[in-house]
Every structure is written in structure tokens, then in C-alpha cells.
């Protein structure tokens, strides 16, 4: 099984602050089509996941041009600028490219 | 697009239970499904997926004891969970298989499944 390795557990933030968070594959994500199946997801408190980027640094629909992601085979990052109170929550990275899925064991965006 | 489970509860070690996924705002038939799962104050834990075609693949955890299904002309995703442990206690997603990204695009609220004596 492909093992997420994300960091760090936890970031304690202020508004306004930008962040990164790291996400490392044991295998590289590229897939047999030569595409990457890296996402993003946040998972706010009380509250289902919710996807933010897929393959690597694509912003679903809605999502601020604040987030960011870049990377490549098994190197990969999420970028938050100008954090905001209601960027606070859960952040997981996920690959699709190997079954099983897995995902990293998420990061935790709080308030300083 | 909408995705809304029902099914779970509290159920005995070694006991059975069937979870659904209600889908609405999309052409169900077209698209793969997941489930996922997350144990209580843990991270997300992927179980099993259903193309389009009903192919189905599961996580090494729940093979043999969970299978995943859908019926195309209820709009209706399901999990038949057997053989329950303790340690499949967690809410359970449904979410949709993104059909150019092979990401989990859209979301249930999720449904607790509570294993327990």
C-alpha cells in the first residue's frame, strides 16, 4: 500500500499567516496515463470532507486562489496564504493513482 | 449534487448491517462511488469502490466481510457490512468518483456505525 506521510500533525496560526503543508508518498503518483492523482481535502469541524485540489494543484470550484498546491512524483504540497478563520480544520492529502486509496493521516489547522 | 446515507447504528460483534447512499443531481449510472470511513477522532480510512460498470475493489481490512453494490434505477449506492469487529466502528461516506480526476468530488454527511456488545 502507498503510505501518505503528511506534515506537520498540527499548525497553530494567526490570520493573515500563510502556511504549508507537506505530503510525501512512499511511491510516486504517477499514473500509467502520465497524470498525478494527488488531492486535497478539508475537513472543518462536525463536517464531511470536502475536496479543495485534484491532481495536485487544481482549485475545485469556489476554492480561493489563497490555496495552492505543487509538487510531483512523490513530493507534494499545500500552500494556504492569508489564512482565514474559516480555512481552520482537518487537511488531508489523498491518492488515487494505486488501490488501495489512501490518505495521510491529516494535519490540523487551529487558531494561535 | 447529493449524496445522503442512512442505514447505520448499534450492532453486536459478528452481526451484519447495510448501509445506502441516496444520490440525486447527477446521472448515477455514469459515475463510480465510494465508501470511506473515519473512526472516531481519527483520519479517513478508504473501504471499497464501485465503477460505473459495478467492478468493484476493496481494502484488505474489510475483504470478504463488506460488499459494496448499487442499483442504477434507485439512484442508490450500498455497503453489506458482515461479520462486524469492533474496529469497524466509525462514520461511514459515501462520495462520488470524480469522472476526469479519479478524486472524491462530492461527499455525504456521513452515517455512524457503532460495533459494539
Known amino acids: 500500500d502507498v503510505v501518505m506521510t503528511q506534515t506537520p500533525p498540527s499548525l497553530s496560526v494567526a490570520i493573515g499567516q500563510s502556511v504549508s503543508i507537506s505530503c510525501k508518498s512512499s511511491q510516486s503518483l504517477v499514473y500509467s496515463d502520465g497524470k498525478t492523482y494527488l488531492h486535497w481535502l478539508l475537513q472543518s469541524s462536525g463536517r464531511s470532507p470536502k475536496r479543495l485540489i485534484y491532481q495536485v494543484s487544481n482549485l475545485d470550484s469556489g476554492v480561493p486562489d489563497r490555496f495552492s498546491g505543487t509538487g510531483s512524483q512523490k513530493d507534494f504540497t499545500l500552500k494556504i496564504s492569508r489564512v482565514e478563520a474559516k480555512d481552520l480544520g482537518v487537511y488531508y492529502c489523498?491518492?488515487?493513482?494505486?488501490?488501495?486509496?489512501?490518505f495521510g493521516a491529516g494535519t490540523k489547522l487551529e487558531l494561535k | 449534487v447529493q449524496l445522503v446515507e442512512s442505514g447505520g447504528g448499534l450492532v453486536q460483534p459478528g452481526k451484519s448491517l447495510k448501509l445506502s447512499c441516496s444520490a440525486s443531481?447527477?446521472?448515477?449510472?455514469?459515475?463510480?462511488m465510494h465508501w470511506i470511513r473515519q473512526a472516531p477522532g481519527k483520519g479517513l480510512d478508504w473501504v471499497a469502490y464501485i465503477s460505473s460498470s459495478s467492478g468493484t475493489v476493496y481494502a484488505d481490512a474489510v475483504k470478504g466481510r463488506f460488499t459494496i453494490s448499487r442499483d442504477n434505477a434507485k439512484n442508490t449506492l450500498y455497503l453489506q457490512l458482515n461479520s462486524l469487529k469492533s474496529e469497524d466502528t466509525a462514520i461511514y461516506y459515501c462520495a462520488r468518483r470524480a469522472s476526469q480526476d479519479r478524486g472524491f468530488d462530492y461527499w455525504g454527511q456521513g452515517v455512524m456505525v457503532t460495533v459494539s456488545s
Open positions: 489523498a491518492q488515487t493513482t494505486h488501490f488501495p486509496y489512501t
Open positions: 443531481g447527477f446521472t448515477f449510472s455514469s459515475y463510480g
